[in-house]
């Protein structure tokens, strides 16, 4: 075999095990669960016959090869027996109330219609062993959750079922396949024996959940995300969810910082919990403090009966100091490898003060824009959640600046936020205190760094790979390019560019026919994070969602997994993955929390170093995203998020510095909303002053898909991209055509009106040629790949694509256009439909398909075109808002009178009226 081809065994292997150490044992009263071997088992919810492998937008839309359900793994396990009748009952009550696909991007329902449970169903939880109920839900992109029944909350329905089968069974195990965490206070009423959170995860999903079932895997997960008693509870939702504007009023008490500190009553599964089938005992103590690290040291021992894992999490107190500090921190975590019954292992675990340092955003330590350390006792927990980890000792610490900054990106406008005070008797009060704002003016930062300006020289006939090979400097060879290119070169094309992997999300680089001369090869990226996203229906490796991986709380497995899918990236040549996706789970209702990691930064950007280092094995310089503060989906291209300086460095930043300083992170994507009054696209302070001065990233920041830009003071609009180019977010993602600046952006009126420059252009194609020259499209371009590497790229799978009937249609005996009515056509999410053409003329068509979808314009509808099963193209469309346009691409049906065109439709949500191809004369 190729060793260069995917190991999909391995591959499939890897993710199993990561969905299994995700998976979160809340309960397991009596040891409910494993499953004993030979038991009778009777499965509930609907949910179990449709596995929700991702959530939903763009971070799920992976086309797999398979996806093993909940169910279908159980019946493949040889020591469970299900109850078929149960099954059965199921199996008619869904064909007469199919599963619900919803209206398209942004409109599939939360949850689906469950079954009323029937005195025969429960006839067969009294005579089973044990019953499993299965309840799922989905949210994403453009989809926040809501906090009502169906999507954070049970329905009446499921309730019902729970507790009438809990009343029942003689144990009864709860299962969620949900993105991320939902109201729990149904446990409490209904006392089922064992609930496990599932998560969603991807096409190896049921596999790694049976494996925690029936013990084959001892449950190791933790959870990512502090479980309050209500919704209500957490700081951030009376901020939530508006369109315009969300003051983080909370600042950074997120999460546990904020329960463990004020509401610790509230909580009702805390932060870094979860059951094991076996018992552990630790012993940890700090074994070495210098200047700038603590070691801490902890031994595990298994005391139980069975194999397993635990995750030991290191938390710090520390003093209050004129800052205000929450009661906990994470500051490290370790996971033990399979330790057997008696078996112990001691893991050294290297802490630096630098993770424990408090931001002073205000001065108020005399010592304005610094981390520091305040003066006092700190004390350091070690345990296996954040509630119950023991104290292991503490130390003293002195007034300590550990870094000194420079203000950025800090608000502009006044606001109230949490600070805590510490009482008397030990506990903390929250109180407010009034925000820092602003008093460094970004733009004359930015007058104040600009870039020098390289003289043209007009091609001298250097190559980009002359940089690579040292023969020239990259300022010499990005002289050679004109200002229409550096223009250019700003502009990503896509979605479904044809000059990249068939339907990925852009292409960016040599981009014009000026830049491919000098040898600048085309990048490509796909959407991520879940797996690779073509569009036309390539099949690729579906993984976990986000929260799944955080739950593992294990790096090295993270890593091994994302190795594979840096390989399989570059077999689909494609340079970056649109992912991994980091925001801060700040509130529950986020619908994308399901692509992220969680409501902390220590843990998600570890996580995601892990899965940023593996990919660069292969060269892939994956997106991390979004860069910063995309904490909702509601308005998310026009609300402002309004952060202190404290908690955007200390809460939502960290993360991406960990993955940047730590992962080495070579790329980055920007939101489509705003902080502080700024989008962040355009924002100098945090693609610049933050990110490269501070963290010496040296990759590319691109903008997320049709994202927009202001100037200080007004409106976000669509042509105002010359703040992007400013602020160094390199490339505008994306247009149909880089060189004709389909969207009339600002960049070359402002460049010539003296507002941007060359050199800031010049600059920034500087970081994309830098990105490339690491990437494999350079190498592909320079045949620098090996030929058995390129034989396995070159490899692709049988096209498994379902055809839909089959009408034929012949071309107009005068004009030769060749009608397809659009009654001829069904688009729908996953369906084809194929026609037979008879052309008499032979050359190049214009397609013209006139089309509509009541979405609105972010929604994507990706329509593949194949001619003889050959894919030709993705036409990418964006939601109408339910208004009638025409879409023209050329298509070529050059030799022969006889075809067949495929449509293949990514999308709900889409009608066409007709597509008329005319022939170009
Ligand atoms: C999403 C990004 C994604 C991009 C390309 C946007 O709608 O927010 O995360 O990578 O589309 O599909």
């Not at 068939?502 to 960016?508: E, K, L, M, V």
Request: glycine share 10%; with cysteine.
């Amino acid at each position: 075999m190729n060793s260069y081809k995917l190991d999909l065994e391995k591959y499939a292997a890897l993710a199993r095990q990561a969905v299994a150490e995700g998976c979160v044992l809340l309960e397991n009263e009596g040891q409910a669960l494993p499953l004993r071997d030979g038991e009778r088992v009777a499965v509930f919810g609907r949910m179990a016959f449709h596995y929700y492998k991702s959530g939903l937008g763009s971070g799920g839309l992976v086309n797999t090869r398979y996806v093993v359900g909940i169910l279908d793994a159980l019946k493949a396990c040889e020591g469970v027996h299900l109850d078929e009748k149960l099954m059965g009952i199921y199996e008619d009550w869904i064909m007469e109330n199919p599963y619900d696909e919803g209206q398209g991007w942004g409109r599939v329902p939360w949850c689906q219609k469950e079954m009323g449970v029937t005195e025969e169903m429960l006839d067969c939880a009294r005579r089973d062993d044990v019953s499993l109920v299965v309840i799922g839900r989905t949210a994403g992109e453009d989809q926040d959750n809501n906090a009502k029944a169906g999507s954070y909350c049970l329905t009446e329905m499921e309730e019902d079922m729970i507790r009438r089968v809990c009343e029942v069974s003689e144990r009864t195990v709860v299962v969620l396949n949900v993105g991320n965490i939902i109201d729990m206070s149904w446990v409490e009423k209904y006392h089922p024996q064992a609930v496990l959170y599932a998560w969603q995860g991807g096409q190896e999903g049921g596999n790694g959940v049976a494996d925690v079932l029936t013990g084959k895997v001892c449950a190791c997960g933790k959870l990512t995300d502090t479980i309050a008693a209500d919704i209500k509870d957490y700081p951030s939702t009376e901020n939530f969810g508006d369109p315009f504007k969300n003051y983080y009023k909370e600042d950074i008490y997120v999460g546990y910082r904020y329960f463990e500190t004020f509401a610790k009553d509230k909580v009702l599964y805390p932060f870094g919990y979860g059951l094991s089938y076996t018992t552990f005992e630790t012993r940890a103590e700090i074994l070495k403090n210098t200047g700038d690290e603590i070691t801490v040291s902890v031994t595990v021992s298994n005391t139980g009966e069975v194999r397993g894992k635990e995750v030991v999490q290191v938390y710090v107190k520390v003093p209050q100091g004129k800052l205000g500090n929450p009661a906990r921190k994470l500051i490290g975590f370790a996971k033990t490898k399979e330790l057997a019954p008696g078996e112990q292992e001691e893991v050294c675990i290297v802490i630096q003060k630098y993770d424990m340092a408090s931001y002073d955003d205000s001065g108020v330590t005399g010592h304005k824009s610094c981390y520091v350390l305040e003066e006092g006792c700190y004390e350091v927990f070690v345990g296996s959640d954040v509630r119950s980890a023991v104290s292991v000792g503490c130390y003293e610490e002195e007034f300590r600046v550990i870094e000194e900054l420079e203000e950025a990106y800090a608000p502009v406008e006044k606001f109230q936020r949490m600070k805590a005070v510490l009482l008397p008797d030990g506990t903390y009060q929250a109180v407010t205190e009034e925000v820092p704002v602003r008093t460094v003016d970004p733009q004359e930062r930015r007058a104040n760094e600009m870039p020098e300006t390289l003289d043209y020289t007009g091609d001298k006939g250097y190559k980009l790979v002359d940089v690579l090979d040292k023969k020239v400097s990259m300022e010499e060879f990005i002289a050679q390019i004109s200002e229409e290119d550096l223009i250019a070169i700003f502009r990503g094309e896509g979605m479904c560019s044809p000059k990249v992997t068939a339907g990925t999300a852009a292409a960016f680089g040599g981009v014009t026919d000026g830049l491919t001369a000098l040898g600048i090869p085309v990048g490509c990226c796909s959407d991520g994070p879940s797996g690779i996203r073509m569009d036309c229906g390539t099949k690729a490796f579906s993984l976990p969602n986000g929260t799944s991986f955080g739950c593992t709380f294990n790096v090295e497995l993270v890593g091994a997994l994302y190795e594979m899918t840096g390989k399989e990236l570059r077999l689909n040549k494609i340079d970056s993955l649109l992912g991994p996706g980091m925001n801060i789970h700040r509130n529950p209702l986020n619908g994308r929390n399901f692509e992220y990691i969680s409501e902390d930064p220590i843990l998600t950007g570890r996580i995601c170093a892990a899965q940023v280092k593996a990919m660069a094995k292969s060269g892939i310089g994956s997106t991390i995203k979004h860069f910063c503060g995309n904490n909702q989906e509601v308005g998310r291209s026009t609300s402002d998020s309004v952060i202190s300086e404290r908690a955007l460095r200390e809460i939502y930043l960290k993360g991406f510095e960990i993955a940047v300083k730590e992962g080495g992170a070579r790329s980055v994507m920007t939101t489509y909303g705003s902080v502080n009054g700024l989008w962040t696209a355009g924002s100098y302070d945090l693609c610049t002053t933050i990110l490269r001065k501070e963290w010496g990233f040296d990759g590319i920041v691109m903008t997320d898909w049709w994202a927009k830009s202001n100037y200080e003071g007004h409106q976000a609009e669509a042509l105002v991209k010359a703040p992007m180019v400013a602020a160094q977010n390199d490339i505008y993602m994306v247009v149909s055509d880089a060189k004709a600046n389909p969207e009339n952006d600002d960049v070359e009126e402002m460049l010539h009106a003296g507002k941007i420059t060359l050199g800031e252009l010049q600059r920034n194609a500087a970081n994309i040629l830098g990105f490339l020259l690491k990437s494999p499209s350079v190498l592909l371009l320079t045949d620098r790949i090996c030929k058995e590497e390129l034989e396995a790229m070159n490899t692709k799978e049988e096209d498994d694509v379902d055809a839909g009937s089959l009408v034929s249609i012949e071309s107009d005996s005068v004009t030769q256009k060749i009608v397809i009515d659009g009654a001829l056509l069904h688009p729908a999410k996953g369906k084809a439909d194929v026609i037979a053409v008879t052309n008499e003329f032979m050359g190049d068509f214009t397609m013209k398909f006139t089309l509509k979808s009541d979405l609105s314009e972010l929604a994507q509808l990706p329509v593949s075109v194949f001619l003889d099963n050959i894919h030709k193209m993705t036409v990418s469309v964006q939601g109408t808002n339910g208004k009638w346009v025409e879409e023209s691409r050329i298509l070529n049906m050059g030799f022969g009178h006889n075809h067949y065109i495929k449509f293949y439709y990514g999308a709900d949500n889409l009608e066409i009226k007709e597509i008329v191809l005319t022939p170009n004369r």
